[in-house]
């Protein structure tokens, strides 16, 4: 860590694990009730459950996201954040709204919620990931204004690097494409369009750029390789997001009532976003060879190589077997979609966010990486969780698959709970895999808590050296 006001990532950093924590919570729940329907249902019926863990998702990625910004921006601008004091609050602000909002959902009925939060005034709720309330929305676009001061003007403040160029870009880009969620118009069509404006503008467009600035950022410190390479091939990599992520939107718009023409549109550009995951594992895998350093924090290159992997298993391969027309006339909405939600949020978004976590807390810690023994906790919690997350992505896949032949393709299809009686051993698959997810996170949690200070061998030291 190089500057004091770097700190501030560190509570950001905290409450977006505790918030992944309760969101594998709240899967594991919403995944029991998908087989038992009684299932803690006095409690929490499925679609409170099913919404907590979906927004619990997005706001602790955008937790990582934020506290990434907060240690990266200064570092990258060579001098102290602009004001350390207001990125306190926002967290604050942040957390005690994200909490208050999660306990609205659980105790006051979803309808009941809207009324008394102006939701008959400005209609916003009721869009998948896009059920907070009012006020909610609100406070939101307060944070995301307060962040983007906050690092905009240290930028302003300070050097200018692609990183740093890149990553306050995307941030802005973020916040101005959640603006849509305000608008909630009674035409149905009107009302996909603006909705997929954010969900994809966000996954498949802005957030990519996220995550190049921060495996990007991570490579050059743990490497040591040349900026210039990095910024190259970053360049190349947003050029590749950008073309095929804003006008591959359109595969969204198949069959919703919009013009035929987004079919084909939807279709070519859609298929080419694979592309950028397959050079975000060119990048990762030549600055690995290319490094010119052993960096001590094993656990946080894992992580990083292991993003665009995922990320192009997830994003790339499953989202191209849903993206095409024909095979989305017949698969869209089925469990088919969910194994490349979760595969590609995981891979894309989670992990990299693991990744600068893992990087940079060891730092905010006081030291250049964890010990041995903690890195060799965090190592065994990357493994579980990413062969149970590629075991939850295949059942849900067969779930889907299941659907898509007995359901939407034959010449007799059967009814849904049918279906769904046969595809009953993929969500047990599913939630057996989920356990397996959540015992991971345990394991990789536990190696905050060890102690020790890293053992440095002669070789990494006289790399370090160097």
């Known amino acids: 860590m190089k500057y004091q006001s770097q700190l501030v990532a560190k509570p950001y950093f905290i409450a977006a694990l505790a918030l992944f924590f309760g969101q594998i919570v709240f899967g594991l729940i919403a995944g029991m009730q998908f087989l038992d329907g009684t299932f803690l249902f006095s409690a929490a019926h499925f679609n409170i459950?099913?919404?907590?863990?979906?927004?619990?998702?997005?706001?602790?990625?955008?937790?990582?996201?934020?506290?990434?910004?907060?240690?990266?921006?200064?570092?990258?601008?060579?001098t102290e954040l602009y004001s350390p004091k207001l990125a306190l609050i926002t967290f604050w602000v942040?957390?005690?709204?994200?909490?208050?909002?999660?306990?609205?959902?659980?105790?006051?009925?979803?309808a009941h919620l809207a009324a008394i939060t102006g939701n008959a005034i400005v209609p916003t709720m009721g869009r998948g990931y896009l059920e907070q309330p009012?006020?909610?929305?609100?406070?939101?676009?307060?944070?995301?204004?307060?962040?983007?001061?906050?690092?905009?003007?240290?930028?302003?403040?300070?050097?200018?690097t692609s990183i740093n160029l890149i990553l306050v870009g995307a941030l802005w880009g973020l916040a101005l494409l959640f603006l849509p969620s305000f608008y909630f118009p009674e035409d149905t069509v009107k009302a996909s369009y603006s909705?997929?404006?954010?969900?994809?503008?966000?996954?498949?467009g802005d957030w990519e750029l996220i995550l190049g600035a921060l495996l990007g950022f991570i490579l050059i410190k743990m490497t040591g390789v040349d900026r210039e390479i990095v910024e190259k091939w970053l360049y190349i990599i947003m050029a590749m997001v950008l073309i095929s992520g804003l006008v591959?939107?359109?595969?969204?718009?198949?069959?919703?009532?919009?013009?035929?023409?987004?079919?084909?549109?939807?279709?070519?550009?859609s298929a080419m976003e694979p592309i950028p995951f397959m050079l975000l594992i060119a990048f990762a895998f030549k600055m690995l060879f290319?490094?010119?350093?052993?960096?001590?924090?094993?656990?946080?290159?894992?992580?990083?190589?292991?993003?665009?992997?995922?990320?192009?298993?997830?994003?790339?391969?499953?989202g191209f077997m849903i993206t095409l027309a024909p095979a989305q006339y017949y698969i869209h909405g089925t469990n088919?979609?969910?194994?490349?939600?979760?595969?590609?949020?995981?891979?894309?978004?989670?992990?990299?966010?693991?990744?600068?976590?893992?990087?940079?807390?060891?730092?905010?810690?006081?030291?250049?990486?964890?010990?041995?023994?903690?890195?060799?906790?965090?190592?065994?919690?990357?493994?579980?969780m990413v062969l149970s997350m590629i075991g939850i992505a295949l059942a849900l896949t067969g779930a889907g698959l299941v659907t898509a032949y007995l359901q939407r393709s034959?010449?007799?299809?059967?009814?849904?709970?049918?279906?769904?009686?046969?595809?009953?051993?993929?969500f047990w698959g599913r939630e057996i895999a989920g356990a397996g997810f959540f015992t991971g996170l345990l394991v990789y949690l536990r190696s905050f808590f060890i102690q020790g200070e890293y053992q440095y061998t002669a070789q990494v030291k006289r790399a370090l050296a160097t």
């Open 410 to 426: 034959g010449a007799d299809p059967l009814g849904f709970m049918q279906v769904q009686d046969r595809a009953r051993v993929f």
């Open 134 to 160: 009012l006020p909610t929305k609100i406070g939101i676009v307060l944070v995301a204004l307060s962040l983007l001061f906050n690092v905009t003007m240290t930028l302003i403040k300070g050097r200018k």
């Open 49 to 78: 459950v099913r919404m907590t863990h979906t927004n619990l998702l997005i706001v602790w990625l955008l937790m990582a996201f934020m506290g990434a910004a907060y240690y990266i921006v200064p570092e990258e601008a060579q």
């Open 248 to 269: 591959g939107i359109g595969h969204h718009y198949y069959y919703i009532g919009a013009p035929a023409y987004w079919i084909w549109l939807g279709s070519i550009f």
């Open 336 to 384: 088919f979609t969910a194994a490349h939600g979760h595969l590609a949020f995981f891979g894309a978004y989670a992990m990299v966010s693991m990744a600068i976590i893992s990087y940079a807390m060891p730092m905010l810690r006081g030291r250049e990486a964890n010990s041995v023994r903690a890195q060799h906790w965090e190592i065994a919690g990357f493994w579980i």
């Open 94 to 110: 942040f957390l005690i709204a994200a909490a208050l909002t999660v306990v609205g959902y659980l105790l006051v009925p979803y």
């Open 290 to 318: 290319q490094r010119r350093r052993e960096h001590p924090n094993k656990a946080a290159m894992l992580w990083a190589m292991g993003t665009p992997i995922m990320a192009f298993l997830g994003a790339g391969l499953w």
């Open 195 to 204: 909705w997929w404006w954010i969900v994809h503008g966000w996954v498949e």
